[in-house]
Structures are given as C-alpha cells and as structure tokens.
C-alpha cells in the first residue's frame, strides 16, 4: 500500500487548504484512515480519522470545528479540509491507513508542509 499526501503549502493565517492523500496497491477500502501532524520539535500528534463508510469521524481538540475529513471510497482518497489556519498548525501532515489500535496505522505517506504565517 502506498500513500501519496499532497495539498501543502504556506499561508496566511485564517486562510484555508485542503491536503488530499491518494492511496494505491493493495489498499482495501475497509482500512480507518487518519491524518497525523508533527511541529518542529514536537512529537507526532493526532489530527483526524475516519471510518470506511464516513459515519464515523474523530478530531483532536485543537482543531475541532475547524478541520473536516471525508473520504472518496470510488477514489481510494482522503481529504483533510482545513478552514481558519492558525500559526500553531504549522507542521509536517501524513496521512496513514489501517488501524490496529489506537493511534497505530500500519501504513503512512510521505508527509506535507503546511505553514501558516501570522
């Protein structure tokens, strides 16, 4: 299975990016999905997951209300809308497949920088 993230990018804050996270090979569409971000300097923290069907959802705090993910089975992709950008969500975000326990994904992509200047 192999997870391509793309959609990063620098701006303003309270701007908006959508990062997209395609998956190819032996991807099933069953696997929960999830995007992670990791700070300069920080430890790699939960951002969003998402179930196979998409009725069921799970955010971190911080960006509750702020962020949405949605899945396109048809398409093997994952989204991560992120509306009202804040400096602190500066990061490095990788999306990752297959769950095996909390916070554990068995797969993950590459990574994108989003970078969110005040």
């Known amino acids: 299975v192999q997870l391509q993230a793309s959609g990063g990018g620098s701006v303003q804050a309270g701007d908006s990016l959508r990062l997209s996270c395609a998956a190819s090979?032996?991807?099933?569409?069953?696997?929960?999905m999830a995007w992670f971000r990791q700070a300069p300097g920080k430890e790699r923290e939960f951002v969003a997951s998402?179930?196979?069907?998409?009725?069921?959802?799970s955010y971190a705090d911080s960006v509750k209300g702020r962020f949405t993910i949605t899945r396109d089975n048809a398409k093997n992709t994952v989204y991560l809308q992120m509306n009202s950008l804040k400096p602190e969500d500066t990061a490095v975000y990788y999306c990752?497949?297959?769950?095996?326990?909390?916070?554990?994904?068995?797969?993950w992509g590459q990574g994108t920088l989003v970078t969110v200047s005040s």
């Open positions: 990752a497949a297959d769950s095996v326990g909390p916070n554990l994904y068995v797969y």
């Open positions: 090979g032996r991807f099933l569409s069953s696997y929960r």
């Open positions: 998402i179930w196979w069907s998409g009725s069921s959802t």
